[in-house]
């Protein structure tokens, strides 16, 4: 069974530091990754995925995020908060089993930007 | 503009009632999604659908229904089986069948049991 963990319920950041989201998943075979944003009574939208290949993936808005196979991780960064970065950060993993994809979400941080 | 949309954005149900959920999307995509979001718990599949005429169970699947009988539409049907049907639901839909391409949202409807 796939799982998504997201540690932290909520950070908090100061505007204008970095910030990190993080996110561990456990799966069996290769896992494909993605960054939501969600604010307050909207839908998700995309904002990074790591498919294959280089470990550092950029995204929408100036994040990134850094796939690490060993620690099974896949934190979401941005080098300079904003406050208009404040929302809901949901980690997700996406993987094929018996000819159906499967997608897991974890519960989410709440990210809170401090001006 | 491509997109996907949910109607209505506030829902309310009296207790005993089945009441659908609209989903409709014009971006051409093959695989359709409902989630369930509920505070503290994140998105929770209900059904998916990955070509017309063909729907799965997700993880919390009892006392709902679908239907996919058009590749632009994908309904959620909550029924008086659903005992805590109070939440906000999210439809998503995602083009090809490879498992590396991104969900897209709609913009929810939330539900509200009187």
């Known amino acids: 069974a796939q799982s998504v963990a997201q540690p932290e319920d909520q950070v908090n950041v100061a505007e204008g530091n970095p910030l990190t989201v993080k996110c561990t998943y456990s799966v069996s075979g290769n896992p494909y990754l993605f960054w939501y944003v969600q604010y307050p009574n909207r839908g998700l939208q995309f904002l990074l995925k790591y498919i294959t290949g280089d470990n550092l993936v950029k995204g929408s808005y100036g994040f990134e995020a850094e796939f690490n196979k060993s620690q099974t991780s896949f934190h979401l960064k941005k080098p300079s908060a904003l406050v208009s970065d404040s929302a809901l950060y949901f980690c997700?993993?996406?993987?094929?089993?018996?000819?159906?994809?499967?997608?897991?979400f974890g519960i989410g941080t709440k990210l809170q930007v401090i001006p | 503009d491509g997109g996907i949309t949910q109607s209505p954005k506030y829902l309310f149900r009296k207790e005993g009632q089945n009441v659908t959920l609209s989903c409709e999307q014009n971006?051409?995509?093959?695989?359709m999604y409902w989630y369930r979001q509920d505070p503290g718990q994140g998105l929770r599949l209900i059904y998916y659908s990955q070509i017309v005429n063909d729907f799965q169970k997700g993880d919390i699947a009892e006392g709902y229904s679908v239907s996919r009988e058009k590749k632009e539409s994908f309904p959620l049907t909550v029924t008086s089986a659903q005992k805590n049907p109070t939440a906000f639901y999210l439809c998503a839909s995602t083009a090809g069948q490879g498992p590396f391409n991104e969900q897209f949202f709609g913009p929810g409807t939330r539900l509200t049991v009187l």
């Open positions: 971006l051409n995509h093959d695989a």
């Open positions: 997700a993993v996406r993987v094929v089993s018996g000819g159906y994809q499967k997608v897991t």
